[in-house]
Nanobody, 119 residues
């Protein structure tokens, strides 16, 4: 069973920075994608940034140039460095891991961490 543990959310003023962390425990496939999504009240959950195990990254247009996704050397922890935060970045941020098992694709979600940006 894979679990994702997130940390790093909080309250920050507009223009400030936060770094989110997410660590995967359990057995995961070498080929995988770790991503950050966010969900604001009353809105759908949207992709913020994704990091493929081979190193490819992609970002939502709204965060390009401000957010950076990266992994540590174990490849089990993914970070989201968020700079120049805006009020509209306020949301619950969820970590997601997509990998493969003998049964096929597996999707795992973290519990979410609140990010609140005050204007």
């Amino acid at each position: 069973q894979v679990q994702l543990a997130e940390s790093g959310g909080g309250l920050v003023q507009a223009g400030g920075s936060l770094r989110l962390s997410c660590t995967a425990s359990g057995s995961i496939s070498e080929a995988n994608v770790m991503s950050w999504y966010r969900q604001a009240p009353g809105k759908q959950r949207d992709l913020v940034a994704a990091h493929v195990s081979g190193g490819t990254t992609n970002y939502a247009d709204s965060v390009k140039g401000r957010f950076t996704i990266s992994r540590d050397s174990t490849r089990r922890t993914v970070y989201l460095q968020m700079n120049s935060l805006k009020f509209e970045d306020t949301a619950v941020y969820f970590c997601n891991l997509v990998d493969a098992t003998t049964s096929g694709r597996r999707d795992t979600w973290g519990q979410g961490t609140q990010v609140t940006v005050s204007s």
